[in-house]
């Protein structure tokens, strides 16, 4: 790719996009078949829509295309309403790398529909911080 990108001197956002739409060849691979809302979102999350248009109009694979779409309709804005403020304040936790897994757990469970309340998610917080100590 960065041949190609050399050779016709394509610089900035463009170069960048064409990267990124290297990488995400490989991630369509793995959306031939059908994923968990929390996997496509893993899969897809670090990719603009610049990038994830591109993919959708290049890929042949219904079920990639289709999952592609979902991302970009529903899924790509999907947030926990619990967030770092109320790990501190309700939690008493003190900030560091434990609020990204916790975050990222919370997101995952929202996306696939095993939480939908403010109190599921405080439930599921607190049996991850039983499990994985805090």
Not at 23 to 36: C, D, G, I, N, V
Not at 70 to 88: A, S, T
Not at 124 to 130: I, M, S
Request: hydrophobic share 40%.
């Amino acid at each position: 790719m960065d041949g190609i990108v050399d050779r016709l001197r394509i610089r900035g956002d463009d170069a960048a996009i064409l990267h990124q739409v290297q990488t995400l060849k490989a991630r369509l691979a793995e959306l031939r078949e059908p994923r968990r809302p929390s996997q496509i979102h893993r899969l897809l999350e670090a990719f603009d829509e610049a990038t994830l248009l591109i993919g959708w109009l290049t890929c042949t694979d219904e079920t990639a295309r289709a999952q592609l779409a979902q991302f970009q309709r529903e899924l790509r804005g999907v947030e926990p309403i619990i967030d770092g403020h109320y790990l501190r304040r309700e939690l008493n936790l003190r900030p560091g790398p434990i609020y990204r897994r916790i975050l990222e757990c919370l997101r995952a469970a929202r996306l696939d529909g095993e939480v939908v309340t403010l109190a599921d998610e405080r439930a599921l917080v607190e049996r991850w911080l039983a499990e994985h100590g805090n």
